[in-house]
């Protein structure tokens, strides 16, 4: 393969397996499936740019199992309403969108049969690489992966796990101008739409009646405040930075304030980059405080939680916590615990805290809960539960079940978070041990909390 006329960062680019570019096949197949947008997406740029080279159209297939871990109809509609944009964009484009109902790597070696070489994203999680490596190993022709889900490649920002923000944040910052380059696509040479395929693919055209009939967990149901999307994905975007990103700095923390962004349900399905978010944000010369914060969020922790997944093979379980969180939580195991829920009052939001009550409230309701109070909530569970371990799993569990950024490095980090990781040991106190500890004074003494409480509420009654 030539390099030479492609536009995207060499360091974004890896071989997943030793084999050639079958020049007797009909088309070059981009596996889309951690970064569904065609906007700032080196992945679909780099496969358009070698399928022109090679002189062929290019296939996207999009491969849809109704098992993915922990997903529910939540999560399928929104990441479909997603998969349907870009169908449109991509015919725009001159280029086919193949959805299959199947499991995704058997999908991906179906596809690969005709097709010269496979361009794929990259995601991080267990799954996501089990995939990668079944598909390297049973196609007959080259897999090539793209990075485009993080700024900066996350090889190049570390070849370790990371100890915290204050660690990584040089490794990133001092490379983020060489990465941030918008990516442009090219026009194809040579048009997909009209390639037909002998296997049924799914009608995205009524995706209600689709998900109706999808053998999937029906039990948590969508949301109505957020639709997925590339388009919603950059209208939320242009809201956040014309209304919100002035006061970011001063407000995002507080849980009665609508500040934030809303970009994480967006970014965990890639139906925006953080290319696009850096772009768009850095440009603003006004709010430079509000800019070094975002950034910090969305790039600098944000890619630390990547790191975190990518380097720790225990990511999503107790056992990947730091050492010394660990030995200081298990030296207080048989402390007095003078409340403790059942996983039950916990999920149903029945406790005696109404606070927590509300954020766990806010998370069933809206599928999105505020990240300060994000915070709270998984301590608080850490105090109401009989061990750290059975605190650690209800929250990874009901986190992914029901936020619609759930099953994402960062909810994987936001809960280690709460039992230590990516931070220091504090003073030492009942069942934390020297774990930092938050109680509901700290948040009244920092916020106005009868305004979030209204504010779920609301959310409350227009259900
Ligand atoms: C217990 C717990 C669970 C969490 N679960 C998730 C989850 O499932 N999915 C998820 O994306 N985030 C999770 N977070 C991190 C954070 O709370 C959310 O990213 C944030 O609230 C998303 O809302 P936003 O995009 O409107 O935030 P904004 O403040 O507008 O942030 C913009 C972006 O910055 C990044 N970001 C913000 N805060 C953090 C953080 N603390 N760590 C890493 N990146 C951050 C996110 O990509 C976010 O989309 C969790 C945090 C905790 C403490």
Redesign the pocket.
């Known amino acids: 393969m030539n390099n030479d006329n492609i536009r995207i960062h060499p360091e974004r680019i890896q071989l997943l397996n030793n084999k050639k570019i079958k020049m007797d096949k009909e088309y070059v197949l981009y596996w889309m499936q951690s970064s569904q947008r065609t906007k700032d997406n080196h992945a679909l740029a780099y496969a358009i740019q070698l399928a022109n080279q090679l002189n062929k159209p290019l296939l996207v297939y999009f491969g849809l199992t109704t098992n993915f871990p922990e997903a529910n109809r939540r999560h399928y509609q929104f990441m479909l309403e997603g998969i349907k944009d870009v169908q449109t964009a991509l015919r725009d484009l001159q280029i086919q969108l193949v959805v299959l109902l199947t499991d995704v790597a058997e999908g991906a070696i179906k596809m690969a049969q005709q097709a010269a070489v496979v361009v794929v994203d990259r995601g991080y999680l267990r799954i996501q690489k089990r995939w990668y490596h079944q598909v390297a190993q049973r196609i007959a022709c080259q897999l090539v992966q793209i990075e485009s889900d993080v700024l900066v490649p996350i090889e190049v920002t570390s070849n370790k796990q990371e100890y915290a923000a204050a660690t990584i944040r040089k490794k990133i910052t001092s490379q983020m101008d060489k990465f941030c380059e918008a990516v442009i696509l090219s026009p194809v040479n040579k048009e997909s739409l009209s390639i037909v395929l002998p296997d049924s693919q799914l009608d995205l055209s009524n995706l209600n009646e689709l998900l109706d009939n999808l053998p999937i967990d029906q039990s948590v149901q969508p949301v109505s405040i957020l639709k997925g999307g590339m388009i919603e994905a950059n209208h939320q975007l242009q809201v956040?930075v014309t209304k919100k990103l002035e006061h970011?700095h001063t407000f995002?923390n507080d849980p009665g304030l609508n500040?934030?962004?809303?970009?994480?349900?967006?970014?965990?399905y890639g139906q925006i980059s953080?290319v696009t978010?850096y772009n768009k944000v850095i440009q603003n010369r006004k709010f430079a405080e509000s800019v070094a914060t975002?950034i910090e969020?969305?790039?600098i922790?944000?890619e630390?939680?990547m790191n975190f997944v990518y380097y720790n093979q225990d990511y999503d379980n107790y056992n990947g916590l730091p050492q010394w969180a660990k030995i200081s939580l298990d030296k207080h195991r048989s402390d007095d615990r003078p409340i403790v829920y059942t996983v039950e009052q916990l999920e149903s939001a029945k406790t005696h805290d109404c606070y927590w009550n509300a954020a766990q409230t806010e998370l069933l309701l809206t599928g999105?809960?505020?990240?300060?109070m994000?915070?709270y909530?998984?301590k608080k569970v850490i105090e109401w539960s009989k061990t750290p371990q059975s605190a650690f799993e209800w929250?990874v569990c009901i986190?992914?079940k029901y936020?619609l950024?759930?099953?994402?490095?960062?909810?994987?980090?936001?809960?280690a978070?709460?039992f230590g990781l990516h931070d220091r040991p504090w003073k030492e106190r009942p069942i934390f041990g020297m774990i930092r500890y938050m109680n509901d004074k700290g948040l009244e003494r920092k916020f106005d909390m009868s305004m979030y409480i209204d504010k779920v509420k609301s959310i409350h009654q227009l259900k």
Do not use: A, T
């Not at 999105?368 to 300060?372: L, S």
């Open positions: 956040f970011y995002r500040s934030l962004s809303m970009m994480s349900p967006y970014l965990h953080p978010l975002f969020e969305v790039i922790r944000r630390l939680s999105k809960m505020h990240g300060y994000r915070m909530w998984g929250l986190n992914n936020s950024d759930g099953r994402d490095p960062n909810g994987f980090v936001g809960v978070w709460c």
